[in-house]
């Protein structure tokens, strides 16, 4: 019986962090199968991953909320004679406002996307990425060290992504598995139209492109470290954030939230008081 | 002016619905100890609970000592459509949700690629998933009654846990929401609270798989750690840690550095599957008050 090959498994390939850790990985030699919704977007970057003279990544167009793609997707690798080696959890997507307010559907495809398919693809693929002594990459967020008034539930499901990958990071390594979380501050991408934040109002100084966080991403993979923060403001970001009292970082966050958000989704609390 | 004489209950004449209390996981443990403490306030209560003949012997006791007979639900939580029957249930039986306890869960100690995928993600969707449900769910009712949400966390929140990775960051993720929630949700008038309790003698530690005694210093019983949480979510507190053992470990957890705390925490883990040389009665030092 013939060799499966090995792969790398990108999710959310089709733009922004996720895209450009594709050609990364492409450019150092890693065959890429790319998961995403938007098939169109995942074949260009695919042909342009052709162009470039490496194998064409193989294009699986899911949606990650569905609970039945983690097996998809181990069929697909099957089916082609492949198995992942590397496996990349970047979907994800946050949204800004008051969680009572928001959406309740669209809440909670987002612990289904951020949460249960990261944690289903985490563990699905650990005995051929044993096999071929690859790595897991979880793409979290810096928002994963507060609680975030404004975005509850992004920043908790991102601070799950941090645990659970620190945790998988040393019961993994005995096992020759890289597990690395990457928590990148804002990176220009689709994320804040999606999640209703005007990009004008990003802090400069922590503002990265998403290639320049995929290779910090990629380099911490290789290297074996659990975690990367890409940046220097945003590791004193982090360290301030540990220092400082939860009273105070829960209310600066609910202003600057309140700030950045594009739309008024805030409406003031009833003022007449029982 | 006339007045209405009727000796139906005001409620059912006006068709106004009553406040009441929902508590998830209610048949055993820290969850049927919440229950007795909120019937004992006064509250009435809705009782969520896998199918488990505990749940009727709860509701017959707290019938007979309060006169006021709890709703029973027996629902799965880790069924996508949990939230809607609850919801369902609690319309029909002309209920509106003032109070909501999270308090159903379970863990899981071993090696993450060994345990069951599928248990794992059964975690997430009853630990993330339906709590966040409930607590989006019922946020119109609470605003009106002025309630409350009691979120049941642990102090593994604090340190994430190899070998018992899922459950430690689902506790996370209940941490982090519950505390953005108790800022957004305070000027409206509602209080919640996060509750991480040490360890609690418990079915937990049999579903899980922990086997090992529990450690004396920290163990708290399901009374003690009821009580403190009732009365940190009726004072506002944010997050309510019980026991002076459990306290103190909080804090040395935010000092200890990572690459100690990891190899730590997967020692415990793996400790606490081995059975116990002898038998300690009883569990905990904080009994019953």
């Not at chain 2, 820290?30 to 004992?40: D, E, H, N, S, T």
């Not at chain 2, 979120?151 to 996370?172: G, H, T």
């Not at chain 2, 002076?244 to 020692?267: D, E, F, H, T, Y």
Request: charged residues 20%; positive net charge.
């Amino acid at each position: 019986m013939p060799d499966l090959r090995p792969v790398a498994v990108i999710t959310g390939a089709s733009s922004g962090i996720g895209a450009a850790l594709a050609r990364i990985f492409a450019a150092n030699g890693h065959e890429c199968v790319l998961v995403g919704r938007r098939e169109n977007l995942l074949n260009a970057l695919a042909d342009s991953i052709a162009a470039s003279g490496k194998n064409r990544p193989l294009v699986i167009p899911l949606d990650l909320t569905r609970m039945d793609t983690p097996v998809r997707i181990g069929h697909e690798l099957g089916a082609r004679g492949m198995e992942a080696a590397f496996v990349v959890n970047n979907a994800g997507y946050g949204l800004t406002g008051r969680a009572a307010q928001l959406d309740r559907a669209e809440q909670l495809a987002m612990i289904d996307l951020n949460v249960r398919a990261l944690t289903d693809l985490s563990l699905r693929f650990i005995d051929s990425v044993a096999r071929h002594r690859g790595g897991i990459l979880n793409v979290a967020s810096v928002s994963a060290f507060l609680p975030g008034p404004g975005m509850a539930l992004y920043n908790a499901t991102k601070s799950y992504v941090v645990s659970f990958s620190e945790a998988l990071h040393t019961e993994l390594k005995p096992l020759g598995i890289r597990v690395t979380v990457l928590c990148p501050g804002p990176v220009r991408t689709e994320f804040h139209t999606r999640a209703g934040i005007d990009t004008a109002q990003l802090p400069r100084m922590l503002t990265y492109s998403a290639e320049w966080v995929a290779q910090q991403g990629y380099d911490g993979l290789m290297r074996g470290r659990r975690i990367v923060v890409p940046g220097w403001g945003n590791k004193l970001v982090r360290l301030a954030l540990g220092a400082t009292p939860k009273r105070f970082v829960l209310s600066a966050a609910d202003k600057s939230m309140q700030r950045r958000a594009m739309q008024p989704r805030w409406p003031k609390p009833p003022s007449g008081k029982s | 002016m006339t007045t209405i004489v009727s000796d139906r209950p005001r409620s059912m004449r006006t068709n106004e619905l009553r406040p009441v209390a929902l508590i998830t996981g209610a048949s055993s443990g820290i969850g049927a100890a919440l229950a007795r403490r909120f019937a004992g306030e006064g509250h009435a209560l809705a009782l969520v609970s896998l199918p488990d003949p505990k749940l009727a012997a709860l509701a017959e006791e707290i019938a007979a000592s309060t006169g006021k007979q709890p709703l029973t639900l027996e629902v799965d939580l880790t069924y996508r459509d949990a939230g809607v029957r609850i919801a369902a249930a609690l319309a029909g039986a002309g209920f509106e949700t003032q109070f909501i306890v999270n308090c159903a869960g379970f863990g899981l100690v071993g090696p993450a690629a060994v345990l069951d995928c599928g248990e794992q993600l059964a975690m997430v969707d009853v630990n993330v998933r339906a709590l966040a449900d409930l607590c989006l769910r019922f946020s119109d009712s609470l605003i009106r009654r002025r309630g409350g949400i009691l979120n049941v966390a642990s102090l593994s929140a604090f340190l994430p846990a190899p070998e018992m990775a899922v459950y430690n960051a689902s506790k996370k993720f209940v941490l982090s929401f519950s505390e953005a929630l108790h800022q957004e949700l305070g000027p409206h008038g509602v209080r919640v609270t996060v509750l991480c309790s040490g360890p609690v003698p418990t079915r937990f530690q049999t579903r899980a798989g922990i086997r090992a005694n529990l450690p004396r210093l920290l163990a708290c019983s399901p009374q003690f750690v009821a009580r403190a949480a009732y009365d940190g979510l009726m004072a506002g507190k944010r997050v309510v840690v019980p026991g002076v053992g459990n306290k103190g470990l909080r804090l040395m957890l935010r000092v200890i550095p990572p690459g100690v705390l990891l190899p730590g925490s997967q020692a415990a883990m793996r400790f606490s599957m081995r059975p116990p040389r002898k038998r300690a009665v009883p569990a905990f030092r904080r009994g019953p008050a």
